[in-house]
C-alpha cells in the first residue's frame, strides 16, 4: 500500500485530522504524519510525550502566547511539531483547539494531526463528559481501540475509565472483554462517537497482531457496522511492521 492509498484510507490528506481512544493512537499520527508528502504539523488537545527524533518534526515548544512568533522563526520546515511547555518530565502540555486551527489555517498547512484525548497507555476506553476535546474544524476523527483487549478481564490494567467502559459497553468489571464490546464502544453516542458530530469518523482496530486477534477484531468490526450507520468500513491495522500497517479493511455488505 503506497502513502497516497493509506492516506485515503484513514481520510488524512487534507484538513485538521484528530485521533481519539486507546490502543496506539499516537502511534498511527505518527504513523500518517510520515506518511503525508505535504506541509504538516502534530499536536495535541491534552497532554502528549515529547517528540522521538524518528519523528523527525521541527519541534517548536512555547507558552501560547509566544508560539505564532516562534513558529514564524521556521517558515519553510513542512513538518512541525507543536506543543506548549510541561513541569512533568517526559511530557508537553497541548494547545487549545482555537490556535491549532489558527495554525493550520495561518500557516497553510495541508494536514494537522491531532491528538485529542488521552488513556494513560491502557488498550480500550470511553470518554468522560468533556471528552474529545476537538477543533472546531476537524475534519476527521480516528477512533482507536486495541485488539488486545479482547479475551482479557475489564480492569484498569487494560482499560481507561473503567466504569464508563462498564455503562457504555455493557460489561461489568471482571468479566471478559468480547467483540461485540469493542463495536459498543465504537458504535454509541456515549462512547467514541460522542462529540463527533457530523464529523468523518475512521474506526481503528490497531494491534491486530496474529491471525486469531485479526479474527476478533473483524468479529467487533462486523458487529459495529450492523451497529451504526456513521462509517461504512473499519480499518484493523498493526504497527509492529510499518510496511504494512494495515492488516484489512472491513467493509459493510
Do not use: W
Not at 153 to 167: G, K, Q
Not at 204 to 214: A, F, G, H, K, L
Not at 216 to 245: I, N
Amino acid at each position: 500500500m503506497n502513502p497516497e492509498e493509506l492516506l485515503d484510507l484513514f481520510h488524512a490528506r487534507s484538513g485538521i485530522v484528530c485521533a481519539i481512544g486507546a490502543g496506539g493512537k499516537k502511534t498511527i499520527l505518527y504513523h500518517l504524519l510520515h506518511s503525508h508528502p505535504g506541509r504538516t504539523a502534530f499536536a495535541a488537545t491534552v497532554f502528549t510525550r515529547v517528540f522521538p527524533d524518528t519523528l523527525q518534526v521541527t519541534p517548536v515548544i512555547a507558552e501560547e502566547l509566544q508560539l505564532l512568533k516562534q513558529l514564524s522563526l521556521h517558515g519553510d520546515d513542512v513538518r512541525v511539531g507543536l506543543a506548549t511547555p510541561s513541569e512533568k518530565s517526559g511530557r508537553y502540555g497541548g494547545l487549545s483547539p482555537a490556535l491549532i486551527s489558527r495554525i493550520h489555517r495561518e500557516r497553510g498547512l495541508d494536514a494537522t494531526f491531532v491528538k485529542a484525548d488521552g488513556a494513560r497507555t491502557r488498550l480500550i476506553k470511553a470518554p468522560k463528559s468533556d471528552e474529545p476535546v476537538l477543533p472546531d474544524d476537524c475534519a476527521t476523527v480516528i477512533c482507536v481501540l486495541s485488539a488486545r483487549a479482547i479475551g482479557q478481564p475489564l480492569s484498569e490494567r487494560i482499560a481507561h475509565r473503567v466504569e464508563h467502559i462498564s455503562r457504555v459497553a455493557e460489561l461489568n468489571s471482571g468479566d471478559n472483554v468480547e467483540p461485540v464490546h469493542l463495536a459498543r464502544l465504537f458504535c454509541r453516542e456515549q462512547g467514541l462517537l460522542q462529540g463527533t458530530g457530523q464529523r468523518t469518523v475512521v474506526p481503528v482496530i490497531n494491534m491486530v497482531d496474529d491471525p486469531q486477534r485479526e479474527g476478533l477484531a473483524r468479529e467487533a468490526a462486523e458487529s459495529a457496522l450492523t451497529m451504526s450507520q456513521r462509517f461504512d468500513r473499519v480499518l484493523l491495522t498493526q504497527m509492529q511492521d510499518p510496511s504494512k500497517p494495515v492488516v484489512a479493511v472491513v467493509e459493510r455488505t
